[in-house]
C-alpha cells in the first residue's frame, strides 16, 4: 500500500462524514427537505437536495453555523443494514421520494439504471446480492450509504460551504431540478486557508472572465459550447499551430485533412458506433443516408493509411492533423473552453511494427517533454487499463498493457495505474500536468490501439514478403487545443510569453503632434516588417494611463514615444507589471534585435 493511501482514506470518510453533517443540518433547518445524493468530491463534498425555496450566501452561512452544532453534539455515526422492503417502508414514511426511487430502481433491476448514481448511493457494493441496503445514522439524520464515516462528527476537521448550483435528478433534463450545495474539507485550518486562497488567486485567472476581457475569444447562445475566436485569440490559436507544426515536421509527421462529415458505415468499422455514437451529432440526409460530425481522428486516419499498399520501410508512418472536432456535451457539463462541443486536437496516429512500439512511444515523450517545459509545466503519467466494455481478445490486451508498463519503467517519469480507464480499443498512457496553482489537469494521452486495424483489415508488406498488420498508436499531446488554451491562460494569468502574445509591443504616444504621429507610425511600419505585433494608443488618454492600460491588457512591451524618442531614435520599453518598470534604454534597431531573438527562441520570459 503506498504510504498516503491510509491518509487518503480518512480524508475520504471525514469529507463524507461532512456531506452527512451538512444534510443533517439542513434537515433541521428545512424539514420539508427531500435529499438525492451527497457523495465525495474533489477537495471536498456536495449534497442534491429539493427544498421549497432558492437558496443564497446567507442560507449557506446558517447551514454552516447548524453544521458547527451538530459537530459540537459529537454524534456517533451508527452503521446498520435494512432489507430494501424496510428501506423502502422507512423512507416513504419520511416523504424522501429520491431515496424511494433509487431503492425501487434497485429493487426492479439489481441497480440503479442512472450512469452518474453508482451502487454506493444505495449503500450496495458492486457484485453484492442485492437483498438489504447499508444504512449510517448521525443523531437525527439517517441515510442509505455504504460509508465509510469517522466514528462521530465531532471528529471532523475545517470546512467551508462554497456555492449552490442545480442539479437535475439522476441527470437527467426531464426530472426535477435539485440545488446541489457544495463544500469543502480538510484536516486542518491552515489546509483550508491555503485552497481557499488558491480558488482566489484562480478566480483572478478565470479564463471564462480573462479570455473577453482580452479579446481572445467568447461564446453565444446561438451555438452552445462553441466558441467564437477574436483577432487576438485567433493570433494565439494559430502560434500555438504553428509551433506545433514545425516541431512535428522536423519528427518526421505528415499533415493530413479529412472530411468532418462521415456515413455511420465508418464508425460501425472502426467500433465507434457501438461505443459512441450516442455523444455524436448525427443526421439523416434526404436520401436516408445516416452521417455523424466527426468526433474523433482515428477513423479517418485508418482510411487514409489504407488509401493505398503499403510496405514495412514505410513504417513508422506518422500522420498528424489538427481538423475540428464535435462532440455532443450535456449543457449542464459546459465549461467555458474546459468543456466545449467544437474543438480541434493537435492529434496524431502513427502505425508501426509491433517492435517499433517502445522506439515510437519514447519519441512521443520526447515532444511531450518539449510541449510541457516551454510552458513551465510539470507532469507526469497514468496508465488506463482494460475497461469493462472493451474491443478485441484479452491476450491482446495483456501483450498491449504489459508494453506499456515496461515503456513507462524505462521513462523515469512518475505514473501510476488507474484500473479500467483505457479507451475501448486499447489501453492508454494520459498526460497530467499540474498548474502555477498546483491544480492538476488531464492534457493529452498516448493510445495503444491492436483492433482498429484489423476492423479495417489493413496491411504491410513485411520483409520476408509477408503481410502483417500494423499496430497504431494514437496519439495528442496539447489534447483540445480549446482546453489547453484554457488552462494556460489560468497557468500564466493572461501574460503570454512574446512569441504568443497577440500583441507583442504598443506604442503610446505622448501627442498628436504631425512629428510624434509620422515617427509613431514609422517605428510601427519597421517592427511589423521584421514581424512582430504591433500596436499603437492613439486615444487622448495621458502616458500613465496609456502604460496602465498596456499593462491590464497583458502586452509585453511598451514604448512612450515623444521628441525625445524621435531624436535620439532610442526608446525605454516598459515591462507589462502593474507599474511598468523599465527594461532600460537601448536603440530601436537593438530593440527589435532582442525581441526578434526573444521569439525565435520561443523564450519564457523577457530577456530584456
Not at 509491433?354 to 516551454?374: G, H, M, T
Request: aromatic share 10%.
Amino acid at each position: 500500500m503506498n504510504q498516503h493511501e491510509p491518509q487518503a482514506e480518512q480524508l475520504y470518510a471525514m469529507r463524507h462524514s461532512l456531506a452527512h453533517i451538512m444534510a443533517t443540518a439542513i434537515q433541521e433547518l428545512y424539514p420539508q427537505a427531500k435529499f438525492g445524493i451527497g457523495p465525495v468530491v474533489e477537495h471536498g463534498f456536495y449534497y442534491d437536495v429539493d427544498l421549497p425555496e432558492r437558496l443564497g450566501e446567507d442560507d449557506l452561512a446558517k447551514i454552516e453555523s447548524k453544521m458547527h452544532q451538530v459537530i459540537a453534539a459529537n454524534y456517533k455515526f451508527v452503521h446498520s443494514h435494512l432489507s430494501l422492503d424496510e428501506a423502502i417502508k422507512h423512507f416513504k414514511a419520511k416523504h424522501q421520494t429520491y431515496k424511494l426511487d433509487l431503492l425501487e430502481d434497485l429493487k426492479k433491476h439489481g441497480t440503479t439504471v442512472a450512469k452518474d448514481i453508482d451502487r454506493t448511493a444505495l449503500g450496495v457494493d458492486d457484485g453484492a446480492k442485492v437483498d438489504r441496503v447499508s444504512i449510517y445514522t448521525d443523531g437525527p439524520f439517517m441515510d442509505l450509504c455504504r460509508g465509510p464515516h469517522l466514528e462521530s462528527t465531532g471528529q471532523v476537521g475545517a470546512f467551508k460551504l462554497m456555492r449552490v448550483s442545480g442539479a437535475y435528478w439522476r441527470g437527467d433534463e426531464k426530472n426535477a431540478q435539485l440545488q446541489r450545495i457544495y463544500g469543502v474539507g480538510f484536516t486542518t485550518k491552515d489546509e483550508l486557508k491555503a485552497h481557499l486562497h488558491m480558488l482566489e488567486e484562480a478566480q483572478k485567472r478565470d479564463h471564462k472572465i480573462l479570455g473577453p476581457k482580452m479579446e481572445l475569444f467568447f461564446f453565444h447562445e446561438t451555438a452552445p459550447g462553441m466558441p467564437y475566436w477574436l483577432p487576438n485569440g485567433v493570433v494565439l490559436y494559430n502560434e500555438l499551430i504553428n509551433f506545433w507544426r514545425a516541431e512535428h515536421i522536423a519528427r518526421g509527421y505528415g499533415e493530413i485533412m479529412s472530411p468532418l462529415l462521415n456515413k455511420k458505415e465508418l464508425y460501425v468499422t472502426s467500433g465507434h458506433y457501438a461505443h459512441y455514437w450516442d455523444e455524436m451529432f448525427t443526421s439523416t440526409t434526404q436520401d436516408e443516408e445516416q452521417y455523424g460530425m466527426k468526433a474523433m481522428n482515428c477513423p479517418n486516419a485508418m482510411i487514409v493509411y489504407k488509401s493505398k499498399l503499403r510496405s514495412y520501410r514505410e513504417l513508422p508512418l506518422r500522420l498528424a492533423d489538427t481538423d475540428t472536432l464535435h462532440r455532443f456535451e450535456r449543457s449542464g457539463a459546459l465549461n467555458g473552453l474546459f468543456r466545449v462541443r467544437e474543438f480541434r486536437q493537435d492529434d496524431a496516429h502513427i502505425f508501426v511494427s509491433a517492435d517499433q512500439i517502445k522506439d515510437e512511444y519514447l519519441r512521443v515523450f520526447d515532444i511531450v517533454e518539449r510541449f510541457y517545459s516551454i510552458f513551465g509545466m510539470e507532469y507526469s503519467f497514468r496508465l488506463g487499463t482494460r475497461p469493462e466494455k472493451f474491443m478485441g481478445k484479452i491476450e491482446t490486451w495483456d501483450k498491449a498493457e504489459a508494453a506499456l508498463k515496461e515503456i513507462l519503467e524505462s521513462s523515469g517519469r512518475d505514473y501510476f495505474i488507474e484500473e479500467g480507464d483505457g479507451a475501448f480499443y486499447g489501453p492508454k498512457i494520459d498526460i497530467l500536468m499540474k498548474d502555477c496553482l498546483g491544480r492538476p489537469w488531464q492534457m493529452g494521452t498516448i493510445q495503444l490501439d491492436f483492433q482498429q486495424p484489423q476492423n479495417f483489415e489493413l496491411k504491410y508488406t513485411d520483409k520476408d514478403g509477408q503481410e502483417k498488420a500494423p499496430v497504431a498508436i494514437h496519439r495528442v499531446i496539447y489534447g483540445s487545443m480549446e482546453r489547453f488554451i484554457g488552462i494556460l491562460i489560468e497557468h500564466l494569468a493572461g501574460q503570454f510569453p512574446l512569441w504568443l502574445a497577440p500583441e507583442q509591443v504598443r506604442l503610446a504616444p505622448i501627442n498628436d503632434t504631425k512629428e510624434i504621429t509620422e515617427y509613431t507610425e514609422k517605428l510601427r511600419v519597421e517592427l511589423s516588417l521584421i514581424g512582430l505585433r504591433v500596436g499603437v494608443d492613439g486615444t487622448a488618454e495621458s502616458v500613465g494611463k496609456k502604460i496602465r492600460a498596456a499593462g491590464l491588457a497583458k502586452v509585453p512591451y511598451t514604448l512612450v514615444i515623444g521628441e525625445k524618442e524621435r531624436e535620439t531614435g532610442r526608446v525605454s520599453p516598459r515591462l507589462r507589471t502593474g507599474h511598468g518598470e523599465f527594461a532600460g534604454e537601448l536603440s530601436a534597431n537593438e530593440f527589435a534585435a532582442a525581441l526578434q531573438r526573444e521569439v525565435a527562441e520561443r523564450a519564457p520570459r523577457s530577456v530584456l
